[in-house]
Protein backbone atom coordinates (compact mmCIF):
# COMPACT_ATOMS: atom_id res chain seq x y z
CA UNK A 1 0.00 0.00 0.00
CA UNK A 2 2.80 2.59 1.02
CA UNK A 3 4.30 1.59 -2.20
CA UNK A 4 1.58 2.01 -4.12
CA UNK A 5 1.19 5.87 -2.56
CA UNK A 6 4.39 6.74 -3.72
CA UNK A 7 3.75 5.75 -6.80
CA UNK A 8 0.67 8.12 -6.76
CA UNK A 9 2.49 10.66 -5.51
CA UNK A 10 5.30 10.75 -7.81
CA UNK A 11 2.68 11.18 -10.90
CA UNK A 12 1.03 13.85 -8.99
CA UNK A 13 4.15 15.82 -8.55
CA UNK A 14 5.31 15.27 -12.25
CA UNK A 15 1.45 16.05 -13.09
CA UNK A 16 2.07 19.76 -11.06
CA UNK A 17 5.21 20.12 -12.64
CA UNK A 18 3.97 19.57 -16.17
CA UNK A 19 1.07 21.91 -15.56
CA UNK A 20 3.51 24.74 -13.97
CA UNK A 21 5.28 24.25 -17.46
CA UNK A 22 2.75 25.01 -19.62
CA UNK A 23 1.06 27.83 -17.37
CA UNK A 24 4.52 29.60 -17.95
CA UNK A 25 4.52 28.86 -21.92
CA UNK A 26 1.47 30.71 -22.10
CA UNK A 27 2.21 33.35 -19.50
CA UNK A 28 5.91 34.45 -21.48
CA UNK A 29 3.75 33.39 -25.12
CA UNK A 30 0.96 36.46 -23.78
CA UNK A 31 4.12 38.73 -22.43
CA UNK A 32 5.63 38.54 -25.62
CA UNK A 33 2.43 39.57 -27.52
CA UNK A 34 1.54 41.88 -24.85
CA UNK A 35 4.00 44.11 -22.34
CA UNK A 36 2.49 44.13 -19.12
CA UNK A 37 2.91 47.15 -16.59
CA UNK A 38 4.87 47.40 -13.28
CA UNK A 39 3.88 49.89 -11.27
CA UNK A 40 6.37 51.53 -8.12
CA UNK A 41 6.90 54.57 -6.13
CA UNK A 42 9.57 57.28 -7.71
CA UNK A 43 11.54 56.68 -4.55
CA UNK A 44 11.06 52.68 -4.99
CA UNK A 45 12.42 53.41 -8.58
CA UNK A 46 15.60 55.18 -7.26
CA UNK A 47 15.97 52.37 -4.66
CA UNK A 48 16.27 49.48 -6.94
CA UNK A 49 18.24 51.29 -9.37
CA UNK A 50 20.98 51.64 -7.31
CA UNK A 51 20.68 48.16 -5.60
CA UNK A 52 21.11 46.52 -9.02
CA UNK A 53 23.89 48.81 -10.12
CA UNK A 54 25.65 47.97 -6.96
CA UNK A 55 25.37 43.91 -6.91
CA UNK A 56 26.51 44.42 -10.69
CA UNK A 57 30.01 46.06 -9.50
CA UNK A 58 31.87 46.23 -6.66
CA UNK A 59 33.51 49.73 -7.84
CA UNK A 60 29.73 51.32 -7.01
CA UNK A 61 28.75 52.71 -3.33
CA UNK A 62 26.71 54.98 -1.59
CA UNK A 63 27.80 58.20 0.42
CA UNK A 64 26.04 60.78 2.58
CA UNK A 65 24.07 62.09 5.31
CA UNK A 66 21.92 59.17 7.06
CA UNK A 67 21.74 57.29 3.44
CA UNK A 68 22.75 54.24 5.87
CA UNK A 69 21.43 53.23 9.49
CA UNK A 70 18.56 56.04 9.46
CA UNK A 71 17.73 54.10 5.79
CA UNK A 72 18.05 58.16 3.95
CA UNK A 73 16.07 61.37 5.06
CA UNK A 74 13.33 60.86 2.30
CA UNK A 75 13.64 56.74 2.55
CA UNK A 76 15.21 56.65 -0.75
CA UNK A 77 18.01 54.33 0.60
CA UNK A 78 15.72 52.20 3.20
CA UNK A 79 17.02 48.65 3.41
CA UNK A 80 20.34 49.23 1.75
CA UNK A 81 22.32 49.36 4.46
CA UNK A 82 21.03 46.35 6.10
CA UNK A 83 21.68 44.47 2.79
CA UNK A 84 25.01 46.21 1.66
CA UNK A 85 26.90 47.33 4.68
CA UNK A 86 28.72 50.04 5.96
CA UNK A 87 31.42 49.26 3.23
CA UNK A 88 29.23 50.02 0.52
CA UNK A 89 26.59 52.64 1.98
CA UNK A 90 28.41 55.27 3.68
CA UNK A 91 27.10 57.47 6.42
CA UNK A 92 28.72 60.40 6.90
CA UNK A 93 29.21 63.69 9.51
CA UNK A 94 27.46 67.22 8.47
CA UNK A 95 29.96 68.48 5.82
CA UNK A 96 29.11 68.19 1.96
CA UNK A 97 32.66 69.73 1.61
CA UNK A 98 34.32 66.85 3.28
CA UNK A 99 31.73 64.09 1.95
CA UNK A 100 32.27 65.60 -1.39
CA UNK A 101 35.51 65.79 -1.64
CA UNK A 102 36.45 62.22 -0.83
CA UNK A 103 33.77 61.10 -3.41
CA UNK A 104 35.54 62.66 -5.87
CA UNK A 105 38.86 61.69 -4.84
CA UNK A 106 37.46 58.34 -5.18
CA UNK A 107 35.67 58.28 -8.70
CA UNK A 108 39.32 59.74 -9.76
CA UNK A 109 40.72 56.33 -8.25
CA UNK A 110 38.32 54.31 -10.41
CA UNK A 111 35.93 53.83 -7.92
CA UNK A 112 32.22 55.03 -8.83
CA UNK A 113 30.65 56.83 -5.97
CA UNK A 114 26.94 58.10 -6.20
CA UNK A 115 26.86 60.97 -3.65
CA UNK A 116 23.53 61.99 -2.01
CA UNK A 117 22.95 65.91 -1.16
CA UNK A 118 19.88 66.06 1.25
CA UNK A 119 18.90 68.69 -0.98
CA UNK A 120 20.44 69.93 -4.06
CA UNK A 121 21.03 73.36 -2.01
CA UNK A 122 23.58 72.08 0.08
CA UNK A 123 25.61 71.53 -2.96
CA UNK A 124 26.36 74.79 -2.67
CA UNK A 125 29.21 73.90 -0.14
CA UNK A 126 30.82 71.78 -1.91
CA UNK A 127 30.79 73.17 -5.48
CA UNK A 128 34.16 73.93 -5.51
CA UNK A 129 34.64 69.97 -5.83
CA UNK A 130 31.90 69.13 -8.56
CA UNK A 131 32.80 72.00 -10.86
CA UNK A 132 36.42 73.21 -10.75
CA UNK A 133 37.82 69.55 -9.70
CA UNK A 134 35.25 67.09 -11.00
CA UNK A 135 34.14 68.85 -14.56
CA UNK A 136 37.11 70.27 -15.64
CA UNK A 137 39.80 67.10 -14.63
CA UNK A 138 39.12 65.24 -17.67
CA UNK A 139 40.06 68.01 -20.06
CA UNK A 140 43.03 69.45 -17.83
CA UNK A 141 44.56 66.05 -17.72
CA UNK A 142 44.13 65.66 -21.37
CA UNK A 143 41.61 62.49 -21.01
CA UNK A 144 44.34 60.47 -18.81
CA UNK A 145 42.01 61.12 -15.36
CA UNK A 146 38.07 60.15 -15.46
CA UNK A 147 35.34 60.60 -12.66
CA UNK A 148 32.68 58.50 -13.06
CA UNK A 149 30.61 60.03 -10.24
CA UNK A 150 26.61 60.66 -9.58
CA UNK A 151 25.73 63.55 -7.79
CA UNK A 152 22.12 63.43 -6.32
CA UNK A 153 19.36 64.12 -4.31
CA UNK A 154 16.16 66.51 -4.68
CA UNK A 155 16.06 69.40 -6.58
CA UNK A 156 13.79 72.12 -7.04
CA UNK A 157 10.40 73.11 -5.29
CA UNK A 158 9.60 71.25 -2.35
CA UNK A 159 6.71 72.30 -0.01
CA UNK A 160 6.39 74.75 2.81
CA UNK A 161 10.64 74.86 2.89
CA UNK A 162 11.26 78.71 1.97
CA UNK A 163 13.92 80.07 -0.13
CA UNK A 164 16.92 78.36 0.82
CA UNK A 165 15.50 74.49 -0.08
CA UNK A 166 13.50 75.33 -2.90
CA UNK A 167 14.98 76.52 -6.23
CA UNK A 168 15.71 74.33 -9.85
CA UNK A 169 19.94 74.00 -10.10
CA UNK A 170 19.20 72.40 -13.68
CA UNK A 171 20.65 75.27 -15.62
CA UNK A 172 23.38 76.67 -13.14
CA UNK A 173 25.06 72.98 -13.50
CA UNK A 174 23.72 72.81 -16.97
CA UNK A 175 26.09 75.69 -18.00
CA UNK A 176 29.33 73.47 -16.89
CA UNK A 177 31.32 71.83 -19.47
CA UNK A 178 32.14 68.39 -18.45
CA UNK A 179 29.23 67.61 -16.62
CA UNK A 180 25.87 65.78 -17.45
CA UNK A 181 22.81 67.42 -15.80
CA UNK A 182 20.11 64.59 -15.59
CA UNK A 183 16.35 65.75 -15.17
CA UNK A 184 13.97 61.96 -14.89
CA UNK A 185 10.25 62.95 -14.54
CA UNK A 186 9.04 59.20 -14.18
CA UNK A 187 10.31 55.87 -12.90
CA UNK A 188 11.22 54.77 -16.52
CA UNK A 189 12.95 57.68 -16.79
CA UNK A 190 14.45 57.41 -12.67
CA UNK A 191 15.33 53.52 -13.67
CA UNK A 192 17.00 54.23 -16.96
CA UNK A 193 18.64 57.22 -16.16
CA UNK A 194 20.19 56.31 -13.54
CA UNK A 195 21.60 53.56 -14.19
CA UNK A 196 22.83 55.01 -17.32
CA UNK A 197 24.38 57.75 -15.16
CA UNK A 198 26.05 55.08 -13.08
CA UNK A 199 27.70 53.71 -15.87
CA UNK A 200 29.05 56.61 -17.64
CA UNK A 201 32.32 57.50 -17.28
CA UNK A 202 31.73 61.35 -17.02
CA UNK A 203 30.12 63.00 -13.72
CA UNK A 204 26.33 63.67 -13.52
CA UNK A 205 25.01 66.13 -11.63
CA UNK A 206 20.78 63.98 -11.14
CA UNK A 207 18.31 66.61 -10.24
CA UNK A 208 15.12 64.59 -8.84
CA UNK A 209 12.10 66.12 -6.97
CA UNK A 210 10.98 65.54 -3.42
CA UNK A 211 7.08 65.91 -4.39
CA UNK A 212 7.55 63.35 -6.79
CA UNK A 213 9.04 60.57 -4.59
CA UNK A 214 5.89 59.23 -3.24
CA UNK A 215 3.82 59.47 -6.55
CA UNK A 216 3.16 55.79 -7.75
CA UNK A 217 3.86 55.20 -11.30
CA UNK A 218 2.95 52.53 -14.35
CA UNK A 219 5.70 51.50 -16.57
CA UNK A 220 6.28 48.73 -19.27
CA UNK A 221 7.60 45.88 -17.18
CA UNK A 222 10.80 45.33 -19.12
CA UNK A 223 11.98 49.14 -17.19
CA UNK A 224 12.32 46.25 -14.41
CA UNK A 225 15.43 44.51 -16.25
CA UNK A 226 18.86 45.13 -14.60
CA UNK A 227 20.36 46.19 -17.88
CA UNK A 228 17.63 48.75 -18.83
CA UNK A 229 19.42 52.01 -19.69
CA UNK A 230 18.37 54.84 -21.17
CA UNK A 231 20.49 57.03 -23.29
CA UNK A 232 21.80 60.40 -21.61
CA UNK A 233 21.72 62.62 -24.96
CA UNK A 234 17.80 62.53 -25.68
CA UNK A 235 14.77 63.58 -25.00
CA UNK A 236 11.59 62.33 -25.35
CA UNK A 237 8.18 62.88 -26.97
CA UNK A 238 5.76 61.98 -24.57
CA UNK A 239 2.73 63.15 -26.34
CA UNK A 240 2.66 63.77 -29.96
CA UNK A 241 0.72 66.44 -31.15
CA UNK A 242 0.28 69.01 -34.19
CA UNK A 243 -0.60 72.76 -33.02
CA UNK A 244 2.16 73.64 -30.43
CA UNK A 245 5.24 72.50 -28.34
CA UNK A 246 6.02 72.60 -25.07
CA UNK A 247 9.16 71.44 -23.63
CA UNK A 248 9.35 70.52 -19.81
CA UNK A 249 11.54 68.56 -17.74
CA UNK A 250 10.91 66.87 -14.07
CA UNK A 251 7.47 67.44 -12.60
CA UNK A 252 6.22 69.88 -15.33
CA UNK A 253 6.39 67.09 -17.38
CA UNK A 254 3.42 65.72 -15.66
CA UNK A 255 1.97 69.61 -15.46
CA UNK A 256 2.32 69.64 -19.24
CA UNK A 257 0.26 66.37 -20.03
CA UNK A 258 -2.47 67.51 -17.85
CA UNK A 259 -2.20 70.88 -19.57
CA UNK A 260 -2.41 69.35 -22.94
CA UNK A 261 -5.37 67.12 -22.36
CA UNK A 262 -7.22 70.16 -21.40
CA UNK A 263 -6.06 72.29 -24.19
CA UNK A 264 -7.84 69.62 -26.67
CA UNK A 265 -11.08 69.07 -24.42
CA UNK A 266 -11.60 72.42 -24.40
CA UNK A 267 -10.10 74.32 -27.30
CA UNK A 268 -9.27 71.88 -29.78
CA UNK A 269 -5.55 72.16 -29.65
CA UNK A 270 -3.00 69.47 -30.08
CA UNK A 271 -0.37 69.85 -27.99
CA UNK A 272 2.94 67.91 -28.39
CA UNK A 273 4.62 67.54 -25.01
CA UNK A 274 8.52 67.03 -25.02
CA UNK A 275 10.12 65.05 -21.50
CA UNK A 276 13.66 66.85 -22.02
CA UNK A 277 15.24 64.20 -19.66
CA UNK A 278 18.70 65.55 -20.30
CA UNK A 279 19.55 69.23 -20.28
CA UNK A 280 23.10 68.83 -21.31
CA UNK A 281 23.71 67.68 -23.39
CA UNK A 282 20.62 68.85 -24.70
CA UNK A 283 18.47 67.16 -27.52
CA UNK A 284 18.28 70.17 -29.51
CA UNK A 285 17.10 67.98 -32.60
CA UNK A 286 13.92 67.02 -31.28
CA UNK A 287 13.21 70.23 -30.27
CA UNK A 288 13.87 71.49 -33.60
CA UNK A 289 11.84 68.76 -35.38
CA UNK A 290 9.42 69.43 -33.42
CA UNK A 291 8.63 73.18 -33.99
CA UNK A 292 9.23 72.61 -37.76
CA UNK A 293 5.96 70.24 -37.18
CA UNK A 294 3.87 72.25 -35.02
CA UNK A 295 5.29 76.03 -35.39
CA UNK A 296 4.78 77.38 -32.21
CA UNK A 297 6.72 76.53 -28.25
CA UNK A 298 6.25 76.94 -25.01
CA UNK A 299 8.63 76.41 -22.17
CA UNK A 300 8.15 75.33 -19.16
CA UNK A 301 10.24 75.10 -16.10
CA UNK A 302 10.12 75.11 -11.91
CA UNK A 303 13.23 77.74 -12.07
CA UNK A 304 13.95 81.11 -12.29
CA UNK A 305 13.23 82.60 -15.68
CA UNK A 306 16.86 84.58 -16.42
CA UNK A 307 19.47 82.79 -17.67
CA UNK A 308 17.06 79.40 -17.36
CA UNK A 309 16.55 76.09 -19.37
CA UNK A 310 13.84 78.11 -21.33
CA UNK A 311 16.23 81.10 -22.29
CA UNK A 312 18.48 78.28 -24.06
CA UNK A 313 15.72 76.68 -25.74
CA UNK A 314 14.80 80.36 -26.83
CA UNK A 315 18.41 81.19 -28.03
CA UNK A 316 18.14 77.53 -30.05
CA UNK A 317 15.03 78.86 -31.46
CA UNK A 318 16.80 82.06 -32.97
CA UNK A 319 20.25 79.82 -34.25
CA UNK A 320 18.59 77.14 -35.69
CA UNK A 321 16.68 76.04 -38.67
CA UNK A 322 13.27 76.28 -35.83
CA UNK A 323 13.30 80.19 -36.87
CA UNK A 324 11.73 80.06 -40.40
CA UNK A 325 9.36 77.73 -39.06
CA UNK A 326 7.70 79.74 -36.30
CA UNK A 327 4.55 81.34 -36.26
CA UNK A 328 4.77 83.05 -33.18
CA UNK A 329 7.23 83.96 -30.83
CA UNK A 330 8.25 81.31 -27.97
CA UNK A 331 6.42 81.65 -24.95
CA UNK A 332 8.29 81.12 -21.21
CA UNK A 333 6.70 79.55 -18.24
CA UNK A 334 8.82 79.85 -15.35
CA UNK A 335 9.20 80.15 -11.78
CA UNK A 336 8.15 84.12 -9.96
CA UNK A 337 11.52 85.75 -10.13
CA UNK A 338 11.74 86.32 -6.64
CA UNK A 339 12.96 83.39 -3.63
CA UNK A 340 10.59 81.41 -2.80
CA UNK A 341 8.04 82.51 -0.10
CA UNK A 342 7.63 80.49 3.08
CA UNK A 343 4.06 81.50 3.52
CA UNK A 344 1.96 78.38 2.43
CA UNK A 345 -0.84 81.29 0.81
CA UNK A 346 1.78 82.51 -2.04
CA UNK A 347 3.84 80.07 -2.50
CA UNK A 348 1.60 78.57 -4.84
CA UNK A 349 1.53 81.63 -6.60
CA UNK A 350 5.55 81.54 -7.32
CA UNK A 351 5.54 78.24 -8.96
CA UNK A 352 3.83 77.40 -12.47
CA UNK A 353 1.00 75.88 -12.45
CA UNK A 354 -1.65 73.90 -14.80
CA UNK A 355 -3.30 77.05 -15.97
CA UNK A 356 -0.30 78.93 -16.52
CA UNK A 357 0.41 76.69 -19.01
CA UNK A 358 -2.85 76.37 -20.61
CA UNK A 359 -2.69 80.51 -20.71
CA UNK A 360 0.85 80.03 -22.67
CA UNK A 361 -0.18 77.97 -25.23
CA UNK A 362 -3.06 79.99 -25.45
CA UNK A 363 -0.91 82.84 -26.40
CA UNK A 364 1.07 81.34 -28.72
CA UNK A 365 -1.90 80.15 -30.35
CA UNK A 366 -3.70 83.60 -30.59
CA UNK A 367 -6.05 81.98 -27.97
CA UNK A 368 -7.14 79.35 -30.65
CA UNK A 369 -6.34 76.94 -32.71
CA UNK A 370 -5.12 78.71 -35.97
CA UNK A 371 -6.85 76.88 -38.90
Known sequence: MHKKQQVLSSLLQ??????????ATQRAAFHASQTANVEMTCRDAINTAMCEEIERDPNVFLMGEEVGQYNGAYKVSKGM????????????PISETGFTGIGVGAGFMGLRPIIEFMTWNFSLQAIDHIINSCAKGHYMSAGDLKCPIVFRGINGVSAGVAAQHSQC?????????GLKVVTPWNIEDLRGLLKASIRDEDPVVFLENEMMYGVTMSAPDHIMDKDFVLPLNKAKIER??????????????????????????????????????????LDRNTIVQSVKKTNRIVSVEEGWPQSGVGSEIAALMMESEAFDYLDAPLERIAGADVPMPYSVSIERLAVPQVDNIIKGVLKACHGKKQR
Open 14 to 23: RAATTQRTLV
Open 81 to 92: YDKYGPSRIWDT
Open 240 to 281: EGTDVTITAFSKMVGFSLEAAEILKRDFDISAEVINLRVIRP
Open 169 to 177: FASWYASVP
